[in-house]
């Protein structure tokens, strides 16, 4: 049976998707024929001027709003029956989709498409999306998806497939709903994929790495899941503990792809590889393996030398020497997840290091001549003004030995699954959170304004001492907040302010969809000024 | 079985007795296999022109090897005094290709052998070989002395990379002698006259051979590069590939093997010869199916489900092969030029015809001489 990997808008750009390649490898290491098609990249390269921002995640929304997406899928029909056809004409027998919230609504638009091009083909959902209960249900009722998959693909595919080419029973196959008359049977738990090692190489046979936004890197996830739990983030909903692949495995995957890549012609071949696990040092011994392994043995040693970008831990063990072995393995920067200056608030947020170890090892990692970027959060539930200070202090003190920081455009966002979600009166965080962006503290003294005040006085701060600040949006940070506080505001129905935003907004950017949609949403509402509605009717007109 | 500590002697007596047994024609034998092939299939980033393999295909699992046969070739893994693993792509990418060596290197009484393009053999791999103690010989297919060629032969960029490792096997070479390299040259009408050129490089880079093959067709698109077609040239080209050894270890004095396919047109003296492998090899792919060589015909036995190697040494597939050959009905040795060189001339022995269909058989075979 052949099986088409489909990945739908919205999703990054700048590399092939890792799930659509890292499986493609695998199926096709089991002998089972597969093919890739990245929708969102190939509707990416074909957008308009009108439209441009729409992948920039900081604009991203409409992708969430179904009945946006079947009427933009509709005015692009041609490209959409095109990209259908040549799905169909591979004579799958499984279309398999990489879902999450942002590419729900477009896959359940192909998946119909595609169901109806070819008679007879079975469709399965997988990916983060189904981490939501809630996504199960709905998905078997607003899409013709056959199965939808719980947990690793390497996993539950393999034995689908079989079952599907055999015609043995669907029930034997872990980690499936699947429809049954009008109820959907679960088939229980399938086991995370432990065995990192025996994973096929990611292939790019079908998404090719020059056809997207970074042609000189490969993104790999060398390890799953985390070490630590902090009390803001949801990984640990999608990894169960930590599991890494070894230093061997991950240095002849990237040897692998510099050999395959190869091309006398081009200068870079293939010269940077980003690690995208949530953090590369979640076990040290490998960290020092894999160095030794990238001294001894440059992957094609006769070109430049690699070089590799990751996620850190502030760990203990990285010292002076573990950081200057890193440099020397061709490391060119380390992104650690520092997110406030306050020891107080660390614990609060369940992060087990200190303050002045983090200090240290910035310094250590800028003195072996490595990049560090920090990430940084704002108003975390229980951070005080003297806190934030205290995150200020932090970077006047180390922000010479900091190449740039990032940080969070959500300034502290209620994750669905994390700790801090499951424990909102453990935060003093006001319930119900109906939003995961917009919560406040019961106190009210924490509230989306205040965290945006507070990032953006923490930027004047950095760009003051010459850190660069990368705050990771397409637009600019100004373009940034008026959108967030415009959408803020009119989600609390305070149509005024959010009018104001939004005009300010447009004052620059006069034909941004997403802004204009929201501006003809709002028009009529109450308690906009005459003069406002004037204003906002220039650009979508009296009748908009 | 602690197979560091196999007792050479088993393996000596072992090949006495196959030698024997192939002596006197036996059908039914008491001896084991001296060689065994395990097809260890692996990613591949050639596209070579001659490539048979599929375009899926498994790659080797070695967990899977050991859950499913490692039981029944246990007597053979011990006994054998050649362990081949080699198949479609290449064992060095697998993710575990270490692992896998060190599991086969375990039967340290063996000679490994594999064949690879030669990108893969990169300096981590040849110290991991060197360093292993075991006796090695590497076949590189490398198959033209210059990147614009090897590009035409292979559709890949990797040249380079592949001199590259080269010049590093040479070096390790210096300090060790469990290491043997051999350079394949597959021959087809678009690189024969590079064979030359080939040898030259070849000994520069202190290579303990060279071996040509003519390339098999395994598709139709294939055939227009067969050598068949080119007789007269290909002959000059092997007696010119010859003199040109003779001149370089003239003047050098180091020895070079040169091992060449029969010529076009000569007549080979048999003598009753048979195609020994019926007798010394078995090889065994991810499936569990047994046939005799990689260029065997449709024939074949499966060892899922045996309980005994030798069900399947001794079974209906070995026992036919050896008595047809015996009887001189050759079977598929009646068009193999590397049983019979006579077959040479017979456009039958450059095809390969597994697994395919008569009207495809036909059409394969179309000779349409020029």
């Not at chain 2, 590497?138 to 614009?148: A, C, F, G, K, Q």
Request: aromatic share 12%; with cysteine; proline share 4%.
């Amino acid at each position: 049976m052949k099986v088409v990997l489909i990945q739908c808008p919205v999703w990054g750009t700048r590399e092939p998707p890792a799930a659509l390649v890292q499986l493609s490898g695998h199926l096709k290491s089991l002998g089972i024929d597969t093919r890739c098609f990245d929708l969102n990249n190939h509707l990416y390269r074909r957008r308009s001027d009108e439209i441009s921002t729409m992948w920039a995640w900081e604009q991203s929304m409409s992708w969430y709003d179904g009945g946006w997406v079947r009427g933009f899928f509709g005015s692009i029909s041609k490209v959409i029956d095109e990209f259908t056809d040549a799905i169909a004409g591979c004579e799958p027998g499984l279309a398999a989709f990489s879902v999450s919230a942002s590419t729900y609504h477009a896959s359940c638009f192909m998946a119909d498409m595609i169901k109806r091009r070819r008679r007879g083909i079975k469709v399965i959902f997988g990916g983060p999306a189904f981490l939501d209960p809630g996504y199960i249900g709905k998905a078997f009722s607003d899409s013709p998806a056959d199965f939808l998959a719980i947990g690793d693909g390497e996993t539950i595919l393999p034995a689908l497939i079989r079952a599907l080419d055999t015609g043995g029973p669907i029930e034997s196959c872990p980690g499936l709903y699947y429809r049954k008359g009008k109820r959907s049977v679960y088939t229980g738990d399938a086991g995370d994929f432990s065995l990192l090692d025996k994973m096929a190489f990611m292939d790019y046979s079908d998404l090719k790495i020059e056809d997207y936004d970074d042609a000189v890197h490969v993104a790999m996830m060398s390890s799953r899941g985390c070490v630590w739990k902090c009390a803001y983030c949801s990984t640990r909903a999608f990894a169960r503990g930590y599991r890494a692949m070894s230093a061997e495995r991950i240095h002849q995957e990237i040897t692998y792809h510099r050999i395959c890549n190869f091309d006398a012609k081009r200068k870079d071949n293939l010269g940077h590889i980003d690690f995208m696990d949530l953090e590369f040092n979640g076990r040290m011994d490998r960290v020092k393996e894999f160095c030794r392994l990238m001294i001894d043995y440059p992957p094609c040693a006769f070109l430049p030398q690699m070089k590799w970008v990751a996620n850190a831990i502030i760990h203990p063990d990285l010292d002076r020497d573990m950081l200057q072995m890193i440099k020397d393995a061709g490391c060119r920067k380390l992104i650690f997840g520092i997110e406030t200056g306050s020891e107080r608030v660390l614990k609060l947020m369940k992060k087990p290091y200190s303050v002045n170890v983090a200090k240290r090892i910035i310094k250590d990692a800028f003195e072996a001549g490595l990049e560090v970027t920090t990430n940084f959060m704002f108003g975390f539930p229980g951070e005080t003004e003297e806190d934030f200070q205290k995150t200020l202090d932090f970077v006047k003190e180390v922000g010479k030995y900091i190449e740039r920081v990032y940080p969070s455009r959500t300034y502290c966002a209620v994750e669905q699954f994390s700790y801090m979600q499951e424990h909102l009166e453990e935060f003093g965080i006001k319930p119900p959170v109906n939003h995961h962006l917009y919560w406040e503290t019961a106190d009210g003294t924490n509230t989306y304004p205040v965290r945006l005040e507070r990032c953006s006085r923490f930027e004047e701060l950095c760009s003051g001492l010459g850190v660069k600040v990368d705050c990771g949006v397409k637009t600019s940070v100004e373009m940034d907040n008026w959108y967030n506080l415009g959408h803020y505001y009119e989600y609390g129905r305070e149509y005024a302010k959010a009018a104001e935003y939004f005009l300010k907004y447009l004052e620059k950017d006069p034909k941004n969809e997403i802004v204009l949609s929201r501006v003809k949403a709002i028009r009529r509402q109450q308690g906009l000024t005459s003069v406002m509605k004037k204003e906002l009717e220039k650009y979508v007109g009296r009748e908009g | 079985m602690p197979t560091d500590r196999i007792d050479n002697s088993a393996v000596l007596e072992n090949a006495r007795l196959n030698e024997e047994e192939y002596r006197e024609r036996k059908v039914c034998l008491k001896s084991y296999p001296q060689a065994i092939f395990v097809q260890v299939d692996g990613p591949c980033n050639h596209e070579c022109l001659f490539c048979s393999r599929p375009k899926v295909y498994s790659h080797f699992d070695l967990d899977r090897f050991r859950s499913r046969y490692e039981d029944l070739l246990m007597p053979v893994l011990t006994r054998v005094s050649r362990i081949n693993i080699t198949g479609s792509g290449e064992l060095l990418f697998l993710p575990e290709a270490k692992r896998n060596l060190d599991y086969f290197n375990r039967y340290v009484h063996a000679e490994k052998m594999f064949a690879t393009n030669g990108s893969s053999l990169v300096p981590k791999m040849v110290d991991h070989i060197a360093v292993s103690g075991n006796r090695y010989t590497i076949h590189v297919s490398l198959h033209s002395s210059n990147e614009n060629l090897h590009r035409l032969i292979t559709a890949s960029n990797s040249y380079p990379v592949v001199m590259e490792n080269l010049k590093y096997i040479k070096k390790v070479k210096r300090e060790i002698e469990n290491l043997r390299i051999n350079y394949i040259f597959v021959m087809t009408s678009q690189n024969a006259r590079n064979l030359k050129d080939f040898i030259r490089l070849a000994y520069g880079n202190g290579a303990d051979g060279v071996v040509v093959y003519y390339y098999y067709v395994y598709r139709l698109d294939q055939k227009s590069a067969s050598c068949y077609f080119i007789k007269d040239a290909v002959n000059d080209i092997l007696r010119e590939a010859e003199e040109e050894l003779d001149s370089l270890t003239g003047k050098d004095g180091r020895q070079m093997d040169l091992i060449l396919p029969p010529r076009f047109g000569v007549e080979y003296e048999m003598s009753g010869a048979l195609c020994k492998e019926a007798w010394s090899q078995v090889m065994v792919n991810s499936g569990g199916d047994i046939i005799s060589c990689d260029v065997a015909g449709d024939s074949r036995e499966n060892i899922s489900g045996k309980s005994d190697f030798m069900e399947v040494w001794n079974g209906r597939y070995y026992i036919d092969l050896r008595r047809n050959l015996i009887e001189g009905k050759y079977d598929c040795a009646s068009f193999c030029w590397r049983a019979n060189p006579n077959t040479v001339n017979d456009f039958r022995s450059h095809v390969i015809t597994r697994g395919k269909s008569e009207e495809e058989i036909r059409e394969l075979l179309e000779v349409t001489e020029e």
